[in-house]
């Protein structure tokens, strides 16, 4: 098979590649692989590893933008569903607890849901209801401690691997497989694009917007909690004040560097997990370049604009007229 | 070619105006003359080049060669504020003030009078309302734009055009959703203006109003310059010759003779059906192979009756029967369950979704009837766009580009194949041939005449008599949202539905 580059995805590949390269110039080990333990070790794994949770975020974000809406409260679900799972896991059994925070991260979207497409509050202000009030949820139930557990089973999903690729990264390849299987193997997917688009005409050619709209939440809510179980395995605790903390600005980012239109309609969720890992590649750069890391927030602000000037219709337009004067 | 004897002086010249899209010709080499004080019809087809024009003019796009006077001096504007600057404003089809303003600040935008910093509101308003009166327009200023009607705010956009000190004043199809009473005021206006001297460049699809209202007529087709005649000299026949250069089988032709067959049961029947406060409960027959008209004024309740009918709004009086079942109509899903389709007015806002593709757009309806979890396969969506493609020759033939790239009567034949997949038993369309070019109206009228031979039902909405009484079995008359008459059969024809509407006008002021 050709190597050619899609038309679509082409400005993320390029500067995910050129960061990649960038953090191969600032440390020359980047590239490294080696297996300890049956589990990849490297930079390049740290990259994956450490997007997963963003990624999983930006899987159900980039649905809900495609309504047209926006989540706001996909951190503070993160941090119920790690409190819910790491408070239960040593005292009931490992289904039971991961039960209980994925049904609670589809319970928080299936709020969202119902605030945004049946009561038609803003998608910004009804989700900053449970941006704020999750939070105080989660350090209610972790009563305002860091919940620490020691079930291994659950650890595994922060530290374990399948065939030598990290639990994160599996899980979120699974998410992402599942998500794709969701939207692109049914119908759903161009639903939600015609809802978003265009929600008038949707609902008089027939469909169902509401439940398209919940849809999307109830996924996003899903895919936090998944996020949220990840990020506490990995410290073997629940730490409901820092647990995805601003993470649903990045998965925001990750969703716009994607190219999803904020507006709504068309989206590529395989565009917003490469996002995702734009983000974490220069994280990780930076890291491993000796910075200190309060320039990350500088670089991602630089490298946001240029992915995003890449996309821009005008600049398209622009490099037609020069191209129209040079023909001339 | 100036065929103009030079009475008036010319205001505006255009000469040699030639613009590109990539590679496109869009405007090739036309010339364009306007007197002061003249009311200058510009027409054409859709594609012709007419707002091409406008904006190669006005700034918006900058013209590739060709040269621009205003009172003899060459001016090249680099946007739509410098043209304002040099004296032409130009008013849109879709108003583009802001609705959540006060009329008073629409006007005075960027210009309020200001004392120390601030706007001193009052003097705003003062002025706003004198400006409105001269006008002939009293309306409270001091409320949001968007609480007044669509003529209103066309007013008081013309009304902040002119007083930005504007020589040439461009109307881009200005009447498109106006109703006959509110275009005669604005008629009224764009002759007093005329009378001071203002030229006014008027782009129209209705040559009811090119007759009614300009003193001369430039027409382009395809981006050329057909020729610039004078109106009181140019038969109604050999305009549409200019602008098509075809000649147009006179839609308005022929009344075919067909045998209403009123014995049958009704496809779809309403008894009582209405909404308080939105429209008067009415009875509503619909068969197969007929068409239903809706006619009477804007906002008489023809549109209303077509949403309450689909299920757009909820009905909370009356019956409804579909193939002698009684039904409840609750939203658009279950309307479209039970057979019917809805081609809205609103073609951009509520018809078409702009950014999918043709293909994405036909299927739409009957994907939305499947639900999301049966997919329609790549090869089903091709295999029903291709054929309604081919069927209603939807130009370009392209099922990948996306809707909003195409012209209005290409749009509205996607919408109405979106329908026709769907294989409906009534099919309601709201002003099928607004905004479409005359070409395409024809065609949409034959494809009416198709679907009602098919055996569809129909209820059309139209503001187009003529047209009505050509295609319809039966023409219902609406006034103050109320049902008042319905005339069938031979008692249709122009005369007898415009007298019935304008019958006992409603003495609501």
Known sequence: MPFRLPKQGAPQILAFLAILLADRLVSPQFFDLRLQDGRLFGSLVDVFNRGAPVALLSLGMVLVIATRGIDLSVGAVMAIAGAVAASLVDTHSVPLALGAALGVGVLCGLWNGFLVAVLRIQPIVATLILMVAGRGIAQLITEGRIVTFTSPQLAWFGNGSILGIPAPVAITLGMLLLTLFLVRGSALGVLIEATGANARASELAGIGTWAVTIAAYVWCGLCSSVA????????????????????ELDAILAVVIGGTSLFGGRFSVILAVLGALIIQAMNT????????????????????????????????????????NRTI | MDSGSKQAHALLEVTGLTKSFLGQRALDDVDFTLRSGEIHALLGENGAGKSTLIKAVTGVVQRDAGIVRLDGAGIMPRNAEEAV???????????????????????????????????????????????????????????????YSVAVQHLVAIARAV??????????????????????????????????????????????????????????????????????????LDLVHMMLGRELSEVTADREQRIVDDSGAPYASFRGFGKRRYVAPFDLDLRRGQVVALAGLLGSGR?????????????????????????????????IRLGFGYCPEERKTEGIVAELSVRENIVLAVQARRGWSRPLSRREQDEISGHFIKLLDIRPADPERPIGLLSGGNQQKVLLARWLATKPGLLILDE???????????????????????????????????????????????????HVTTLSGDAINVPAVLSTIAAETPHVA
Not at chain 2, 128 to 136: E, P, Q, T
Not at chain 2, 303 to 322: K, L, W
Not at chain 2, 433 to 442: F, K, L, M, S
Not at chain 2, 449 to 466: F, K, P, T
Request: with cysteine; glycine share 10%.
């Open chain 1, 228 to 247: 949220g179980v990840i990020a506490a395995a990995d410290i073997l605790g629940a730490d409901a004040n820092n647990a995805g903390l601003w993470l």
């Open chain 2, 163 to 236: 007083d930005l000190s504007a020589r040439v004043l461009i109307l881009d199809e200005p009447t498109a959703s106006l109703d006959a009473h509110e275009v005669e005021i604005l008629f009224g206006i764009m002759r007093q203006l005329a009378g001071r001297g203002i030229g006014i460049i008027f782009v129209t699809h209705f040559l009811d109003q090119v007759y009614a209202v300009s003193d001369r007529i430039t027409v382009l087709r395809n981006g050329r310059l057909v020729g610039e005649r004078e109106t009181s000299a140019l038969p109604r």
């Open chain 2, 432 to 482: 099928p041939t607004r905004g479409i070019d005359v070409g395409a109206h024809a065609e949409i009228i034959r494809l009416i005449r198709q679907l009602c031979a098919d055996g569809l039902a129909l209820l059309v909405i139209s503001s187009e008599i003529e047209e009505v009484a050509v295609y319809a079995d039966e023409v219902v008359v609406l006034r103050d949202r109320a």
């Open chain 2, 85 to 147: 600057k040099a004296g032409i404003a130009t008013v849109y089809q879709e108003v583009n003030l802001l609705p959540n303003l006060t009329v008073a600040e629409n006007l005075y935008l960027g210009r309020q009078p200001t004392r120390f910093g601030l706007v001193r509101d009052g003097q705003m308003r003062r002025a706003a309302a004198s400006l409105l009166r001269g006008f002939g327009l009293s309306i409270d200023v001091g409320i949001p734009l968007g609480e």
């Open chain 2, 303 to 335: 549109t209303e009756t077509a949403r309450i009918v689909f299920g757009a709004e909820r009905a909370d009086s009356g019956t409804a029967e579909v193939a002698g079942k009684g039904v409840h109509i609750t939203s658009p899903r279950e309307a």
């Open chain 1, 285 to 324: 750069g930076i890291l491993l370049s000796g910075y200190r890391p309060e320039l990350n927030l500088v670089v991602k602000a630089v490298v946001v604009i240029a992915v995003l000037l890449l996309q821009s219709p005008r600049l398209a337009g622009l490099g037609h007229w020069f191209n129209r």
